[in-house]
């Protein structure tokens, strides 16, 4: 039978473990084996994948989706509509030792709104990750990436920008680029790109 939490708010697969407390929105579902620690903030319409991990006092915002065999470790906060590739993998201590505890030495790491972090990449804590940014599958990020941009690489560099639809952005003479699917406009203005 899996753990229903007032009356169907949000659904867990019986192989998961759910530590009290925590909050965890309605309409989220976490599925095989995974483990959600005591203290986290989960929000609405979430998916927790397969074998993942929440450490204690992670938050995920809204309709954030985590794919399977990823580690969310303490420090870490994703804002609303963040995509967590499979296995990718947060760190959350500088220079972690197996001897020596350094728990009161967490390196917080904030995912913005709308940021995706493909497969197998690793997110060196302490470095923040822009509004739709886009880490690509394998990618090492050992510095803070910028609101929309496309990085890849190990380490990770910035190749371009993309939209919040997942394109690539090119821009004219004048700075602006329109994504192909959605129709929005950006405009690139610094080294900063803006939705118009």
Not at 101 to 109: A, E, L, P
Not at 141 to 152: H, S
Request: charged content about 25%; overall charge neutral; proline content about 4%.
């Amino acid at each position: 039978m899996s753990k229903q939490i007032k009356e169907n708010e949000y659904f867990a697969h019986p192989t998961a473990v759910i530590d009290d407390p925590c909050t965890i929105g309605k309409g989220t579902k976490i599925w095989h084996f995974s483990h959600i620690m005591k203290n986290c903030e989960i929000g609405e319409g979430c998916n927790i994948g397969q074998n993942v991990v929440v450490s204690p006092d992670v938050k995920l915002g809204k309709n954030v989706k985590v794919q399977n065999n990823v580690s969310i470790y303490t420090g870490v906060e994703c804002e609303d509509d963040v995509f967590l590739g499979p296995s990718m993998v947060f760190t959350n201590i500088i220079n972690p030792r197996s001897t020596i505890i350094r728990r009161d030495q967490y390196v917080k790491t904030l995912v913005k709104k709308g940021a995706t972090i493909g497969a197998n990449a690793t997110i060196v804590c302490g470095h923040d990750i822009g509004e739709y940014s886009f880490i690509g599958a394998g990618a090492v990020v050992t510095k803070e990436v910028l609101p929309y941009a496309l990085v890849v690489g190990n380490p990770a560099v910035q190749k371009g920008w993309i939209s919040e639809y997942g394109h690539r952005l090119e821009f004219n003479k004048e700075g602006t680029a329109e994504c192909p699917e959605s129709k929005d406009k950006y405009k690139l203005e610094n080294n900063k790109v803006f939705k118009l």
